[in-house]
């Protein structure tokens, strides 16, 4: 999983740093039993005297134990991180600009024990924070709509963080495509209607262009299939029997005639009653869905 795999090689990278720890332990005069008493401060005030102008020094430093502290615990099968939220949050006060520690913190965060302290609303509240800081970056969008897309299930706010971060400069194209996408799933279809219309109007290539039309198809496909359903329970109530065709709403004046998907193919009657593509469509229903 592309998560694991970036998890492991940030706890593998942090590793080096482990003689600048020990270093900065010695002239900070910490003995073993004492270190964990330095992740508690008592206030944001105290950090910029305590950092006396070291700052990005000791944002390091706590970075550097935040990643052995979920090294350690994800080595030994935890199920509670209890510390990880705070580590973070020094680290990200002594330094509001270490990318990375936002970007896998969240993960760190976000991730079921014990591959993680399962604790996704911590996750996005780092990175929130990292928004406030960092505006302008929009990877930090993207951390943000993935761990609402797989950690929450939250697809509506999944989709605006995509949205927000394409929007930031330098942000790749696809990034639209991914919100509009996620609107769908999330139910907001004519959020991801208007997003893929905005994509296909300004796609800057034919395989952008060629993805937006095939979206926004499956878009019309599955309003008209709401829409026969609709007909398809009131020609139900009033006749009291299923229509067995779509012909049957035609003779009883729910529709002029047979309606057609925007691929051509003449829409149908399923064996569960319900209004479906006919078997030769080329309409892909689950990307909407």
Do not use: C
């Amino acid at each position: 999983m592309k998560r694991a795999l970036l998890i492991s090689i940030v706890v593998a990278g942090m590793v080096g740093l482990y003689p600048l720890q020990k270093s900065i332990d010695r002239q900070l005069g910490s003995a073993p039993g004492q270190r964990e008493e330095l992740i508690f401060l008592p206030s944001e005030a105290r950090f910029s005297r305590l950092s006396g102008g070291y700052s990005s020094l000791l944002a390091t430093l706590y970075w550097t134990r935040a990643v052995q502290y979920y090294g350690r615990h994800r080595l030994a099968n935890a199920k509670e991180f209890a510390l990880l939220g705070t580590l973070l949050d020094i680290t990200t006060n002594f330094d509001p600009h270490l990318l990375i520690a936002y970007r896998f913190g969240s993960l760190f965060l976000a991730g079921r024990p014990p591959e993680g302290a399962g604790d996704p609303q911590r996750a996005i509240y780092l990175l929130e924070r990292g928004i406030v800081a960092n505006p302008d970056y929009w990877r930090l969008w993207e951390d943000l709509g993935f761990i609402y897309y797989w950690d929450t299930k939250d697809y509506a706010h999944a989709a605006r963080a995509f949205q927000m971060g394409s929007e930031r400069p330098g942000a790749l194209p696809w990034m639209r495509a991914l919100a509009a996408s996620v609107a769908a799933q999330g139910g907001e279809i004519q959020t991801s209607r208007i997003l893929w219309m905005d994509i296909a109007r300004t796609a800057g290539n034919d395989s952008i262009r060629h993805s937006a039309e095939i979206h926004l198809a499956a878009l019309d496909a599955q309003e008209a299939l709401r829409e026969l359903d609709g007909l398809l329970a009131a020609y139900r109530q009033k006749q009291g029997h299923e229509a067995h065709s779509l012909q049957d709403l035609v003779a009883a004046g729910y529709l002029r005639g047979i309606p057609y998907d925007p691929s051509g193919e003449p829409f149908v009657v399923g064996s569960d009653g319900r209004a479906a593509l006919g078997a030769k469509s080329r309409i892909n229903l689950s990307l909407v869905q």
